[in-house]
C-alpha cells in the first residue's frame, strides 16, 4: 500500500512542481528521491510482512475492503520494480529532459505508471485489475507521443491508443462474462470464483478467454504483438527502454496473479491455449528479431520473445515460477535499461553503429556485452538463471515436456542476433562518419553501467539474493 500511494502522491507533486521549478534539471532530483523513498516505505513494508505484524508495516491505514492484497510475491516484484526504474532514472534523467520542455509532466506520468504497475501486482478483485491496467496504461500513449516533432512518435501513440483502447474493451467484456456467469454468488473478487475442476460454463469460458487475450495484448505476446514493434521504434528511446521493461513485467505480474487466483483450479482446460501461445511467441518473436537491421527494432521484437519465455511462467504457476518471474524482471529489466542507455548516446541505431565501439569506448563495450550476454542466457549472467528456472518450473510442471526443448532451441536462435552486436563491437572497423561522434558519455554514467552489469553477474551467480525475499 505504501508503495500505491506514495507513487500516486509524488506523481501529482510532480506534474504541479513543473510550475515552480526553474532549472530543467530540478525534476530529475525531485523523481530519484521520490523514487529513493517510494523503496525505502515498500522496503518497510515488505520486513514487516515477514515479522507478521502486516498492519504496522501499512504508514497509510487506508480500508481498502480487501480490494488489494499484499504478500512478500508482490511486495518483493515492487521493490525490483522500483530499483529498476531508479537505475534508469540516474541512467536516463539527463536523456529524459532533451525530449521536450514539460520534464516534470514526464516524471509524473512515469509515476503514474509505477502506481498503476503496483495496483496490477497487488489487485484482489476484477475491478482493481481493470484499474491498475488502466492507471498503468494511459499515461504510456502521452508518453509514447511526446516527442511531438517526430511524425514516427505521433504514429506510435496513435496506434498505441487505438489498440489499447480495443484491448481494454475486451478486457471489461471478459470480466462482465466472468461476472455473469457465475453458478455461485456473482463476484469480482479473484479468489472466490469457483470454477472447480469439472468442465467451465460457457459464459466463464468465453470471459476467460477474453481476458486471456487482453493480457497478452499487454504483454505483447503472438498473436496481440503486432503494436509493440512500432510502438518501441517510434517512442523516445528512453520512454521505449521503460515500457520494453518496467511496463511489461507489471503486465506479466497481473496476469499471473488473474490466473492463480482466479482460474487456477481449471488450469488443465487453459493451459493448452498458453501452449500455443508460448511457442508461437518464442518462435516468431526470435526469427522476426533476425532480420532487423535497427538494434532499437531488434529489441522490440528479442522483447516479444522473451516475454514467450516469461509466458513459461503462467503455463507452469509453481513455485519455480513465481521465483522465475521476480529474477526475469530483474534480469530483463537491468540488461535491457543498459542496453538502451548505450543506445541513446548513439548516433546510428542500426548495428553499423556498434562497429568499432571497444576501441571507442571499450566500457560501454564491455558493459554491452555484458547485457546481451544476459539477454541471451549465457551461464553466470542473471539471464542465465532466470531462464533456467523457467525451464524448471516447466519441467515440474510434468505437461507438454516438448515446449522446454522449443524454448532452448529458441534461445539459441536468439544468441545468432545478439551475437551479431558483440561481433560488430570487437571484430569489425568503424567505416561509418555516423560514428565520428562527440559522446555524450560522463565518468557517473560509466559507473553506473559498470554497477548494472555487476549486478547481473551477481545474480547470475547467486540468484537467492533476490529469491530469498520471497520466503522472508
Given at each position: 500500500?505504501?508503495?500505491?500511494?506514495?507513487?500516486?502522491?509524488?506523481?501529482?507533486?510532480?506534474?504541479?512542481?513543473?510550475?515552480?521549478?526553474?532549472?530543467?534539471?530540478?525534476?530529475?532530483?525531485?523523481?530519484?528521491?521520490?523514487?529513493?523513498?517510494?523503496?525505502?516505505?515498500?522496503?518497510?513494508?515488505?520486513?514487516?510482512?515477514?515479522?507478521?505484524?502486516?498492519?504496522?508495516?501499512?504508514?497509510?491505514?487506508?480500508?481498502?475492503?480487501?480490494?488489494?492484497?499484499?504478500?512478500?510475491?508482490?511486495?518483493?516484484?515492487?521493490?525490483?520494480?522500483?530499483?529498476?526504474?531508479?537505475?534508469?532514472?540516474?541512467?536516463?534523467?539527463?536523456?529524459?529532459?532533451?525530449?521536450?520542455?514539460?520534464?516534470?509532466?514526464?516524471?509524473?506520468?512515469?509515476?503514474?505508471?509505477?502506481?498503476?504497475?503496483?495496483?496490477?501486482?497487488?489487485?484482489?478483485?476484477?475491478?482493481?485489475?481493470?484499474?491498475?491496467?488502466?492507471?498503468?496504461?494511459?499515461?504510456?500513449?502521452?508518453?509514447?507521443?511526446?516527442?511531438?516533432?517526430?511524425?514516427?512518435?505521433?504514429?506510435?501513440?496513435?496506434?498505441?491508443?487505438?489498440?489499447?483502447?480495443?484491448?481494454?474493451?475486451?478486457?471489461?467484456?471478459?470480466?462482465?462474462?466472468?461476472?455473469?456467469?457465475?453458478?455461485?454468488?456473482?463476484?469480482?473478487?479473484?479468489?472466490?470464483?469457483?470454477?472447480?475442476?469439472?468442465?467451465?460454463?460457457?459464459?466463464?469460458?468465453?470471459?476467460?478467454?477474453?481476458?486471456?487475450?487482453?493480457?497478452?495484448?499487454?504483454?505483447?505476446?503472438?498473436?496481440?504483438?503486432?503494436?509493440?514493434?512500432?510502438?518501441?521504434?517510434?517512442?523516445?528511446?528512453v520512454f521505449t527502454s521503460f515500457m520494453a521493461t518496467i511496463v511489461k513485467a507489471g503486465g506479466f505480474i497481473a496476469f499471473i496473479r488473474l490466473f492463480e487466483h482466479a482460474f487456477g483450479t481449471a488450469q488443465q482446460q487453459w493451459q493448452i491455449l498458453i501452449t500455443v501461445i508460448t511457442a508461437t511467441t518464442l518462435?516468431?518473436?526470435?526469427?522476426?528479431?533476425?532480420?532487423?537491421?535497427?538494434?532499437?527494432?531488434?529489441?522490440?521484437?528479442?522483447?516479444?520473445?522473451?516475454?514467450?519465455?516469461?509466458?513459461?511462467?503462467?503455463?507452469?504457476?509453481?513455485?519455480?515460477?513465481?521465483?522465475?518471474?521476480?529474477?526475469?524482471?530483474?534480469?530483463?529489466?537491468?540488461?535491457?535499461?543498459?542496453?538502451?542507455?548505450?543506445?541513446?548516446?548513439?548516433?546510428?541505431?542500426?548495428?553499423?553503429?556498434?562497429?568499432?565501439?571497444?576501441?571507442?569506448?571499450?566500457?560501454?563495450?564491455?558493459?554491452?556485452?555484458?547485457?546481451?550476454?544476459?539477454?541471451?542466457?549465457?551461464?553466470?549472467?542473471?539471464?542465465?538463471?532466470?531462464?533456467?528456472?523457467?525451464?524448471?518450473?516447466?519441467?515440474?510442471?510434468?505437461?507438454?515436456?516438448?515446449?522446454?526443448?522449443?524454448?532452448?532451441?529458441?534461445?539459441?536462435?536468439?544468441?545468432?542476433?545478439?551475437?551479431?552486436?558483440?561481433?560488430?563491437?570487437?571484430?569489425?572497423?568503424?567505416?561509418?562518419?555516423?560514428?565520428?561522434?562527440?559522446?555524450?558519455?560522463?565518468?557517473?554514467?560509466?559507473?553506473?553501467?559498470?554497477?548494472?552489469?555487476?549486478?547481473?553477474?551477481?545474480?547470475?551467480?547467486?540468484?537467492?539474493?533476490?529469491?530469498?525475499?520471497?520466503?522472508?
Open positions: 500500500m505504501n508503495a500505491i500511494i506514495i507513487t500516486a502522491v509524488w506523481g501529482i507533486v510532480m506534474m504541479f512542481g513543473g510550475a515552480f521549478f526553474k532549472k530543467k534539471s530540478t525534476p530529475k532530483y525531485w523523481a530519484i528521491g521520490g523514487l529513493i523513498l517510494t523503496i525505502i516505505a515498500n522496503c518497510y513494508e515488505l520486513f514487516k510482512q515477514g515479522s507478521g505484524d502486516v498492519n504496522q508495516g501499512n504508514l497509510f491505514p487506508v480500508d481498502i475492503k480487501d480490494m488489494l492484497a499484499f504478500n512478500s510475491f508482490n511486495l518483493t516484484f515492487i521493490t525490483v520494480v522500483l530499483i529498476c526504474t531508479l537505475l534508469l532514472f540516474l541512467l536516463n534523467g539527463g536523456d529524459i529532459e532533451k525530449v521536450g520542455k514539460n520534464v516534470s509532466e514526464y516524471f509524473a506520468l512515469i509515476f503514474f505508471v509505477l502506481c498503476g504497475v503496483c495496483i496490477s501486482a497487488t489487485f484482489n478483485t476484477l475491478l482493481t485489475l481493470f484499474l491498475g491496467i488502466e492507471i498503468l496504461s494511459i499515461p504510456l500513449y502521452i508518453l509514447t507521443g511526446s516527442d511531438k516533432r517526430n511524425l514516427k512518435s505521433n504514429e506510435a501513440a496513435l496506434k498505441y491508443f487505438l489498440m489499447g483502447s480495443f484491448s481494454t474493451g475486451i478486457l471489461l467484456m471478459g470480466i462482465a462474462f466472468i461476472y455473469g456467469g457465475n453458478t455461485g454468488t456473482p463476484t469480482f473478487y479473484i479468489n472466490n470464483i469457483n470454477l472447480g475442476a469439472g468442465k467451465l460454463p460457457v459464459m466463464i469460458a468465453i470471459g476467460l478467454v477474453f481476458l486471456l487475450i487482453a493480457m497478452t495484448f499487454k504483454v505483447s505476446a503472438v498473436p496481440f504483438h503486432f503494436w509493440a514493434p512500432d510502438v518501441y521504434d517510434g517512442a523516445p528511446t518462435l516468431l518473436g526470435n526469427l522476426t528479431a533476425v532480420f532487423q537491421q535497427s538494434v532499437k527494432r531488434m529489441l522490440a521484437y528479442s522483447s516479444i520473445a522473451q516475454a514467450g519465455f516469461m509466458l513459461l511462467a503462467i503455463f507452469a504457476l509453481n513455485q519455480f515460477a513465481k521465483e522465475g518471474i521476480i529474477l526475469y524482471t530483474a534480469a530483463y529489466s537491468l540488461a535491457t535499461i543498459g542496453l538502451f542507455a548505450i543506445l541513446i548516446k548513439m548516433n546510428d541505431y542500426t548495428i553499423d553503429g556498434f562497429n568499432g565501439l571497444a576501441k571507442q569506448q571499450p566500457v560501454l563495450a564491455f558493459t554491452a556485452t555484458v547485457f546481451l550476454l544476459s539477454l541471451t542466457g549465457i551461464p553466470l549472467t542473471a539471464g542465465f538463471q532466470a531462464k533456467l528456472f523457467m525451464l524448471i518450473a516447466a519441467v515440474n510442471d510434468g505437461h507438454q515436456n516438448w515446449l522446454v526443448v522449443f524454448a532452448v532451441l529458441c534461445a539459441a536462435i536468439s544468441a545468432f542476433y545478439y551475437f551479431k552486436i558483440i561481433q560488430a563491437i570487437y571484430f569489425r572497423d568503424n567505416t561509418s562518419s555516423a560514428q565520428q561522434q562527440e559522446w555524450d558519455v560522463t565518468p557517473g554514467f560509466k559507473t553506473l553501467l559498470i554497477i548494472i552489469a555487476a549486478l547481473v553477474i551477481l545474480i547470475g551467480i547467486w540468484p537467492s539474493l533476490i529469491t530469498e525475499w520471497l520466503h522472508y
